[in-house]
T-cell receptor
Framework: GAVVSQHPSWVICKSGTSVKIECRSLDFQATTMFWYRQFPKQSLMLMATSNEGSKATYEQGVEKDKFLINHASLTLSTLTVTSAHPEDSSFYIC????????????FGEGSRLTVL | EDKVVQSPLSLVVHEGDTVTLNCSYEVTNFRSLLWYKQEKKAPTFLFMLTSSGIEKKSGRLSSILDKKELSSILNITATQTGDSAIYLCAHNYGQNFVFGPGTRLSVLP
């Protein structure tokens, strides 16, 4: 199946710093990528949907200035958590859809962010 | 509003039991219904269902879609401790994927 690579898998940072998480589709072009946040023992919470070359669509309650999403190419989307605080600590997962007909979502391995 | 509901939210069984997990959705421009298994990290794909009444099978797992009832079930027979996970159902419509809350399955030895 298609592969989505997410990096880094774990990052620890100090409060106030910014952290960038990358999501790459390795063997297909992802017209749409999704970013999720997941709290322990809870389901995936969609944060935003990004389409290549256009601005991301954020879900209600997600601060777009806090969580910057860039989808500059068909194989790369980035999520930058700006001025991170401890409450931003979470598991962030990206996924990519190849587009066209009904399709699977291909997930990255996830990135665990710990803000001290 | 596009929504996915799963039941039960939590289930504890013993090895060897058979379980049925439920997923229902509200539809707008339906494309597919997806099932995923999530253990410690990212979800792994199980099934994609697009047609009603056609069972998809993979080992002890099987799933079927009922478009009339806007629902799907995931069956796991002869459960093993390794089946313990969160099972997520997602509805794909247009370019969107909406996830349900998941069913947390615990299989006890």
């Amino acid at each position: 199946g298609a592969v989505v690579s997410q990096h880094p898998s774990w990052v620890i940072c100090k409060s106030g710093t910014s952290v960038k998480i990358e999501c790459r589709s390795l063997d297909f072009q992802a017209t749409t990528m999704f970013w999720y946040r997941q709290f322990p023992k809870q389901s995936l919470m969609l944060m935003a949907t990004s389409n290549e070359g256009s601005k991301a669509t954020y879900e209600q309650g997600v601060e777009k200035d806090k969580f910057l999403i860039n989808h500059a190419s068909l194989t790369l989307s980035t999520l930058t958590v700006t001025s991170a605080h401890p409450e931003d600590s979470s598991f962030y997962i990206c996924s990519a859809a190849a587009g066209g007909g009904p399709g699977e979502l291909f997930f990255g391995e996830g990135s665990r962010l710990t803000v001290l | 509003e596009d929504k996915v509901v799963q039941s039960p939210l939590s289930l504890v069984v013993h090895e060897g039991d058979t379980v049925t997990l439920n997923c229902s959705y509200e539809v707008t421009n339906f494309r597919s219904l997806l099932w995923y298994k999530q253990e410690k990290k990212a979800p792994t794909f199980l099934f994609m269902l697009t047609s009603s009444g056609i069972e998809k099978k993979s080992g002890r797992l099987s799933s079927i879609l009922d478009k009339k009832e806007l629902s799907s079930i995931l069956n796991i027979t002869a459960t093993q401790t390794g089946d313990s996970a969160i099972y997520l159902c997602a509805h794909n419509y247009g370019q969107n994927f909406v996830f349900g809350p998941g069913t947390r399955l615990s299989v006890l030895p």
